[in-house]
């Protein structure tokens, strides 16, 4: 079955679909809700949060879907988790805010010997108390990077 992509809404993404910003977001979407071998899964798809089927089997009806609100440099998150990520249930967020709400989520900090040192809120109260840039500890926290400042920091689950 071929589709004609010239009359649908705003098809120069269409034909240029696999360059294009919201076909490569469509492709990161499926990847965090799809696909468990993707990093970014453990974060949406392994929490039992999912993607509308209609999005999940095509990029065109998702794009149908967004168009009208879509906003280059922008991304998608859902305004409800217990519902799955659809037309209806879906908000604009600047990437750098999405990845602040990852901020806020507890970690502990850690002796060489895997003794728990402290343990803080956030990224940034961990930064606050040990002067370490945020960033840093961000990337041992996601495992990019073994120690920072010489210390080392990980997720802490209560």
Same mark, same amino acid.
């Given at each position: 079955?071929?589709?004609?992509?010239?009359?649908?809404?705003?098809?120069?993404?269409?034909?240029?679909?696999?360059?294009?910003s919201?076909?490569?977001?469509?492709?990161?979407?499926?990847?965090c809700?799809?696909m468990?071998?993707?990093? !970014?899964?453990?974060?949406?798809? @392994?929490k039992?949060?999912?993607?509308c089927?209609?999005w999940? !089997?095509?990029f065109?009806?998702?794009?149908?879907?967004i168009h009208?609100?879509?906003v280059?440099?922008?991304?998608i998150?859902?305004?409800?988790?217990?519902?799955?990520?659809?037309?209806?249930?879906?908000?604009?967020?600047e990437?750098?805010?999405?990845?602040a709400?990852?901020?806020?989520?507890?970690?502990?900090q850690?002796?060489?010997d895997g003794?728990?040192? @402290?343990?803080?809120?956030s990224?940034?109260?961990?930064?606050?108390a040990?002067?370490?840039?945020?960033?840093?500890i @961000?990337?041992v926290?996601?495992?990019?990077?073994n120690?920072t400042?010489?210390?080392?920091?990980?997720?802490?689950?209560?």
């Amino acid at each position: 079955m071929s589709i004609n992509f010239d009359n649908l809404k705003g098809s120069e993404h269409l034909t240029k679909r696999y360059s294009s910003s919201p076909y490569v977001l469509w492709k990161r979407l499926k990847r965090c809700y799809e696909m468990p071998f993707s990093p !970014e899964y453990q974060n949406y798809g @392994a929490k039992g949060f999912t993607m509308c089927e209609q999005w999940s !089997e095509s990029f065109v009806t998702f794009w149908n879907d967004i168009h009208d609100s879509y906003v280059q440099g922008m991304t998608i998150t859902v305004k409800d988790r217990s519902l799955p990520l659809s037309k209806r249930n879906v908000q604009w967020i600047e990437p750098h805010k999405l990845q602040a709400s990852h901020i806020c989520k507890p970690i502990a900090q850690i002796c060489s010997d895997g003794l728990v040192i @402290a343990t803080y809120p956030s990224i940034r109260a961990a930064s606050r108390a040990t002067g370490i840039h945020e960033a840093s500890i @961000a990337k041992v926290v996601r495992g990019t990077l073994n120690i920072t400042g010489g210390k080392y920091f990980a997720k802490f689950y209560t």
